[in-house]
């Protein structure tokens, strides 16, 4: 397997489901996001975390939880959902640019989950 | 003022012809930019960073103008498959956060 793998695809839950999405890094890379993309709006930055640790706090409501229990593994752990939290779930990972100073090579994405909340 | 702001389209463009995109930034800390390609129902795909000289691959061109803060794309000899979102991302120095722009949509007809 190489780059940016997320599991599953496609995701169709109720309001009172629990699930997890799961991403996989084989690159090698240190840092690793999770990004929303909803119809009509910019991807919107969730979580970040670098070697293990989340670095940024950006304001997503409790039904979303993440972990990252290694350098390569990023979950996001889902539950009581609303529809409008429909959209497609994106992973991605890069070097640390605290690390490496600016962010040279952007990122490197998943294929993403695209979620439906009924 | 969006942080990142970009004509949404669509472009319609025959084969053959030449486009450019324009994109402007308003975080004057921002230091690097790209721009990425997303094709429909994928993720979104670099397509190149943007230098401060100007740089060039292939039929592709990206220039930055900082002191106006604008990037530009310009495709020449546009291909079926150059039919596609593009989107314009800038970072600010030692920031773990890309800022994407909505995207333009290009859709290159035979």
């Known amino acids: 397997e190489t780059g940016v793998t997320q599991t599953p695809r496609h995701l169709v839950m109720g309001m009172t489901n629990k699930k997890s999405l799961k991403c996989e890094q084989h690159l090698g890379h240190n840092a690793m996001y999770w990004y929303k993309q909803s119809a009509k709006k910019p991807l919107e930055l969730m979580f970040v975390?670098?070697?293990?640790?989340?670095?940024e706090n950006n304001s997503v409501p409790s039904r979303f939880s993440p972990e990252c229990p290694n350098s390569s593994h990023l979950f996001l752990h889902l539950h009581t959902l609303q529809p409008e939290d429909s959209a497609l779930y994106l992973c991605?990972?890069?070097?640390?640019?605290?690390?490496?100073?600016?962010?040279?090579?952007?990122?490197?994405f998943g294929s993403g989950t695209r979620l439906t909340v009924v | 003022r969006k942080e990142v702001e970009q004509d949404p389209g669509p472009f319609n463009v025959p084969e053959g012809a030449t486009v450019a995109f324009n994109c402007t930034y308003s975080?004057?800390?921002?230091?690097?930019f790209f721009w990425y390609r997303q094709d429909c129902r994928k993720e979104p795909k670099l397509l190149m960073s943007?230098?401060?000289s100007g740089n060039e691959d292939g039929r592709f061109t990206a220039q930055l103008n900082r002191a106006s803060q604008y990037i530009s794309l310009l495709i020449r000899d546009s291909k079926l498959s150059d039919s596609a979102t593009y989107l314009c991302v800038v970072n600010k120095a030692g920031s773990y956060q890309l800022t994407f722009g909505k995207g333009t949509k290009l859709s290159v007809i035979p």
């Open positions: 943007v230098y401060s």
């Open positions: 975080n004057s800390a921002s230091q690097s």
């Open positions: 975390y670098s070697l293990e640790e989340r670095v």
């Open positions: 991605a990972s890069s070097q640390d640019p605290a690390r490496q100073g600016a962010l040279n090579y952007g990122y490197t």
